[in-house]
Nanobody, 120 residues
């Protein structure tokens, strides 16, 4: 009933910018956190950006100062603005909505992923 659909990935030169979008279909309550993850070939999945239910943001050290996560007011979409891109940013990027519940623990919804390739 909840789907996250990502778009905006592609090929960009080092130093360039991309804006990833994740459309939210179904109801995501304001208590959900919205995150972006990425996974490069041969590497573990990495959390890169967090937008908490309270509206605060945080970033992995590797992207701090270059990436910005945001949502629209209704939380119908989550965005990741990526500037000053580096080849090491190359990965499949996934949006995520998560909620910590007492009964079930953490509940996660995932997008399908969008490829970002940074290369000259």
């Amino acid at each position: 009933q909840v789907r996250l659909v990502e778009s905006g990935g592609g090929l960009v030169q080092p130093g360039g910018s991309l804006r990833l979008s994740c459309a939210v279909f179904g109801s995501i309550f304001s208590s959900y956190n919205m995150d972006w993850y990425r996974q490069a070939p041969g590497k573990e999945r990495e959390l890169v950006a967090i937008f908490t239910s309270g509206g605060s943001t945080s970033y992995a050290d590797s992207v701090k100062g270059r990436f910005t996560i945001s949502t629209d007011n209704a939380k119908n979409a989550v965005y990741l603005q990526m500037n000053s891109l580096k080849p090491e940013d190359t990965a499949v990027y996934y949006c995520n909505a998560n909620l910590y519940t007492y009964v079930r623990g953490r509940i996660d919804y995932w997008g399908q992923g969008t490829q970002v390739t940074v290369s000259s």
